[in-house]
Each structure stands twice: as structure tokens, then as C-alpha cells.
């Protein structure tokens, strides 16, 4: 692993409208969930994802997302919402969701 990764995570809405946040750093977490946490962010191409922020649809029941990734001193903030979560996100929305 050659790179620090960091990603931040905002989940709100949902069916039980539980609000979840998770701060993830590749130096500070066990070596598996790091190396998985590299891997995930390396997938990702920050420059298409682009800045701009999607209007949220409509339903109490969705999932919308505020997530902020850092890697090799590039940093992209935005929001993403059910149904249209990005397909190269959605990989690491799930495995933040997951730690602790």
C-alpha cells in the first residue's frame, strides 16, 4: 500500500431514518480492511465523478449519501442518492456502511 486513503461517509433517510457516519483511514484501520479500503478508492476515477450534486428524489425511504474521498492529495466531496448511486461508488458506500 503506498498511498494514505481516507473516505467519510454521511448516510441519512431510509426506511428507519437511521443517520450513519463513518470516518475510514487506510493507516489507522487492520491491514485487511485497509488494503480492501485502497482497493476500492483506487477503482474509483475522481476526476469523472465530477462536483456536481444531483437533486435528490423524492421518498422518505431513500438512501441519499454524503461522501468524501481522499487519495494521493486529490479530494472529492459530493452527494448521491438512491436509485442513482453511481456504480463505481456503490462498492464502497457498502463497505463503509460495514465497519464498526
Known amino acids: 500500500m503506498t498511498d494514505r486513503v481516507r473516505a467519510e461517509l454521511h448516510r441519512s433517510g431510509g426506511f428507519a431514518g437511521r443517520a450513519v457516519h463513518v470516518r475510514a483511514d487506510s493507516t489507522q484501520l487492520p491491514p485487511a480492511d485497509a488494503a480492501r479500503l485502497v482497493q476500492l478508492i483506487e477503482a474509483i476515477d475522481l476526476g469523472r465523478l465530477g462536483t456536481a450534486r444531483p437533486p435528490l428524489p423524492a421518498g422518505a ?11 494521493g492529495g486529490r479530494r472529492w466531496h459530493g452527494s448521491v442518492a438512491d436509485p442513482a448511486v453511481p456504480a463505481e461508488l456503490r462498492p464502497l458506500i457498502e463497505f463503509l456502511t460495514t465497519l464498526p
Open 61 to 71: 425511504d431513500l438512501m441519499s449519501y454524503e461522501l468524501t474521498i481522499e487519495r
